[in-house]
């Protein structure tokens, strides 16, 4: 693999990880212990909010009416595509039963997990659609009691918006609360709020902590860190386009990475020099520029197929191929959290309507999982049933493998099966 950096981002400072883990540890076991009174304290004192946590269908009709009706109509538009996508996904997964060998039949089944909640992020800005992401794909999935929550923001309740969002798609519970607290009062259970089996959503550095914390006394999705776009392009694309695209990511967070592999040198410059030209017209410059001198790469790459190779070893959460055959590629891309092929299927598209899910795998995790889906929702548990037939095949090696094992109890039990006797 042969590259040349046209530019780099700069290398990560060590980062107090220990504080952050022993604050967000601090937070959930006082949840954990002093329940409903941790949750009233840790919201008044980071989020100024002391109101009800639970939302009422009052504030959710309030919410509704207070929306114009062009925002309404794309976030219903949102919620069909996401819920279509979600609901084709659902119908390629199938449960089976087969007879394996005589007299022994195996099968799995889908079963959804009884709760899940979805944290709905609304820090520095309010991401309409997050909302949807989570919980769309939960309701396909079956899940019988589905709850969301989402912090206070500057007018102490959720955003309208994400509110209405919520109430549209069937949440059975909306919680107006936010941050490691939350995630601690929906894995351990309050006085007022049950916990619940899985819990999904994307958040910042301490919610994305607390969710580690609190894995294996309840599930999660994943561990997701600030967006990422990478852009794989040839001398055919347009240096324009690539620019707004990283500069949309870049805006997000300080935090957020953005990267161009090209293997046109003078694409590369050319990029280079329109985003200093469109950071200029950003009402968001001040965030996009920070992550893009901190965090932003370019590269030129000798073949397509080096590029390739990069991106791959990169593993975006957002691939974007601008390339003059773009689908000619998809063979050689393995490590991505969703990817979008030509230069008109514009990320943007899939992070707002589109339909397939926003919440995606950071920080290389595309080289083991792929983002949030109807599966996540899933349990695939199997079972089997064995004739007298079929017992009598797998006895005997059960017994020779146990007694090699110097596992009696597994031996007797097998044996007992072929001699009715101990």
Known sequence: MQVKALKKAKPVAPSDVKALRQSVEQILERVKEEGDAALRYYSKTFDKYEGPFLVGEKE??????????????????????????????????????????????????????????????????????????????????????????????????????????????????????????????????????????????????????????????????????????????????????????????????????????????????????????????????????????????????KTIEDACAWANDWAPEHLEVHTKDPKALLPLLTSYGSLFLGETAAEVFADKVAGTNHILPTLRGARYTGGLWVGHFLKVITHQWVEERGMKVLAPYSVRQAEFETMDAHRRAALIRLTNKL
């Open 60 to 301: 959710i009709e309030a919410a509704k009416n207070e929306l114009p009706d062009d925002i309404i109509e794309g976030l219903d538009f949102a919620i069909e595509r996401v819920t279509a996508f979600a609901e084709a996904q659902r119908a390629q997964i199938k449960e089976f039963e087969q007879e394996m060998i005589p007299g022994v039949f195996m099968g799995h089944r889908l079963v959804p997990v009884d709760s899940c909640a979805a944290y709905v992020p609304a820090g520095r800005y309010p991401c309409l659609t997050s909302a949807v992401m989570s919980l769309a794909p939960a309701k396909v999935a079956g899940v019988k009691r589905v709850v969301a929550c989402s912090s206070p923001g500057k007018q102490k309740r959720i955003n309208p918006a994400i509110l209405y969002t919520m109430a549209k798609i069937g949440a059975d519970e909306i919680y107006c609360l936010g941050g490691a607290q939350a995630i601690a009062a929906m894995a351990f259970g309050t006085e007022t709020i049950s916990p619940v089996d899985l819990i999904v959503g994307p958040g910042n550095q301490y919610v994305a902590e607390a969710k580690r914390q609190v894995f294996g006394t309840v599930g999660i999705d994943f561990l997701a860190g600030p967006s990422e776009c990478l852009v794989i392009a040839d001398e055919t694309a347009r240096a324009d386009y690539i620019a707004a695209d990283l500069l949309a990511q870049c805006e997000h967070d300080p935090e957020a990475r953005g990267a161009l592999v090209t293997t046109s040198e003078e694409l590369g410059k050319e990029v280079l020099k329109e985003i200093e030209r469109q950071l200029g017209d950003l009402q968001t410059e001040e965030v996009a520029r920070h992550s893009w001198e901190n965090k932003g790469d370019v590269v030129v790459a």
